[in-house]
């Protein structure tokens, strides 16, 4: 990811907060040099939290990202080094708070970023803090903000309705069992044994008659296509000369045929008229 030295804070803002700083006392420590009400104010003005005087979230996001600030003060840390460890932890403390994260899962966010601003590989990292740092901050982070985490989640989590409902037994929440038919309307097992094997006779029929069908359309296809590849195979010359030959003997079939049947039926005729005239002559 990119760094995120002077995204936050400028070098500018940052010199400017740092040069709010009451005069030295001999008896004060490193952690006073910066806690000035006029470098509060003026860093609160460089993160947008103006107002924070009469709003207690902003102003406990403030103290947050101060102590940030005077931590990194007060290790004598760079301008690039404290806008980037402000930035850490605003980013840190924004993401926990708007994904309800856990503190482990947080925790592993801020680590992830600790490590991109510790190794120098740019573009995707940039050595800003030494193993040294690094391991201060760490520990400065986990005494600062994550030993107070449920704190910051209860203070600055924006809260959520819900709505409950409360039901009596009464109303559609008990589940009844379906309703028995009577037995007289039932059917015996002898007339529902026969009915079923009934239904897989038809059954048995209907895929026994698709079958059949199917065969029968396989075969028809096949002998289109046999007819087909034959047709073609042969010249069109040879397919004239049998086309006429069969014609030829279809008609001599058809008149051998036709003949055949004329005799047939002379020679029926003449049976019955000479079983006519037997029987005329017997009734006389």
């Known amino acids: 990811m990119a ?3 002077f995204t936050d804070l400028t070098e500018q803002q940052v010199v400017e907060v740092l040069s709010y700083t009451a005069v030295p006392d001999p008896t004060a420590g490193p952690s006073d040099v910066l806690r000035t009400k006029a470098a509060r104010n003026h860093l609160a003005a460089c993160l947008g939290l103006q107002g924070h005087g009469n709003d207690q979230k902003k102003a406990i996001e403030l103290d947050l990202y101060f102590q940030a600030f005077q931590h990194g003060a007060a290790e004598n840390l760079t301008p690039k080094q404290i806008s980037a460890l402000v930035a850490m932890v605003r980013q840190t403390h924004l993401r926990a708070i708007g994904k309800r994260l856990t503190v482990e ?3 592993q966010g801020f680590k992830d970023l600790l490590l991109d601003h510790s190794i120098h590989r740019p573009p995707f990292s940039e050595g800003i803090f030494t193993l040294r740092e690094a391991h201060a901050l760490m520990a400065w982070m986990l005494t600062a903000y994550y030993r107070n985490y449920k704190l910051y989640q209860y203070a600055l989590t924006t809260g959520r309705t819900c709505d409950v409902t409360s039901r009596t037994a009464g109303d559609g929440l008990v589940e009844y069992p379906p309703e028995t038919p009577p037995l007289e309307d039932a059917t015996p097992m002898e ?10 006779k038809a059954k048995e029929e209907e895929e026994t008659a698709a079958a059949e069908e199917a065969a029968k359309e396989a075969e028809e296809r096949r002998e289109r296509e046999l007819k087909e590849a034959y047709d073609g195979s042969l010249p069109e010359e040879v397919r004239d000369k049998v086309a006429a030959v069969l014609e030829a003997e279809m008609t001599r079939m058809k008149t051998d045929i036709e003949g055949r049947i004329a005799s047939e039926t002379a020679a029926l005729q003449e049976r019955l008229q000479g079983l006519e005239a037997r029987l005329s002559a017997k009734g006389k």
Request: proline letters at 6%; aromatic letters at 6%.
């Open 3 to 5: 760094p995120l030295a």
């Open 105 to 107: 899962r947080s925790f």
């Open 191 to 200: 007339e529902h044994e026969a009915k079923l094997a009934e239904e897989r």
